[in-house]
């Protein structure tokens, strides 16, 4: 079985809408105008890249990153390169700029999970992310913590009322702007 991971820039209160920045969100913008840049914080993101084999988004991240990613050739050469899924009910067809296979439930995404290959990596996707975990999915989480509290905003955890979920803390570090990594399994 392949490993779901979700990885998110998320604040101390559990938002991770708009991290890079996008119109609408009063606090877009807020990892790169929050804390301090600190490139030890971000290695992570290489090593995702290094470690996945295919990608996963819901509709809404895959519309923003399509138009977007391919040009990035260096930062992003990995993500490029593997294949990519979309979980949508209303997407009807790929963007050909980045191409991906549309998957149309989350039952899908199981069936997904039970095919041969390396491990499956979620970006942004907060809709999907919570989908995903409260139909037992994730096994992994990958998040950097900023220390910022944002209030409202899209969070990475649903607010369903559904047992509870046990992580275990496999890696963590602290950088000098504050920020966390935290690694978490799903306990099964």
Do not use: C
């Not at 949508?88 to 998957?103: G, H, K, N």
């Not at 039952?107 to 995903?132: F, M, N, R, Y």
């Amino acid at each position: 079985m392949r490993t779901l991971i979700v990885t998110a820039f998320i604040s101390l209160d559990g938002v991770m809408e708009a991290p890079g920045g996008e119109s609408g969100y009063r606090n877009s913008g807020w990892t790169v105008n929050s804390v301090e840049f600190d490139e030890a914080a971000y290695a992570i993101k290489a090593t995702e890249q290094d470690e996945a084999t295919a990608m996963l988004m819901g509709r809404r991240s895959y519309e923003a990153f399509a138009p977007v990613w391919p040009s990035m050739t260096e930062e992003f050469k990995g993500y490029n390169a593997m294949p990519r899924y979309v979980v949508s009910t209303t997407l009807t067809e790929q963007d050909e700029r980045w191409p991906a296979t549309i998957l149309r439930s989350l039952d899908d995404v199981a069936a997904l999970k039970e095919t041969e290959g390396g491990p499956i990596i979620v970006h942004g996707s907060s809709t999907l992310a919570q989908g995903l975990a409260d139909a037992g999915l994730v096994d992994r989480y990958h998040l950097l913590v900023f220390p910022v509290l944002l209030g409202a905003g899209k969070r990475l955890f649903s607010d369903a009322d559904k047992d509870m979920t046990k992580l275990r803390l496999v890696e963590h570090e602290a950088y000098s702007n504050g920020m966390q990594k935290q690694v978490f399994d799903v306990v099964r």
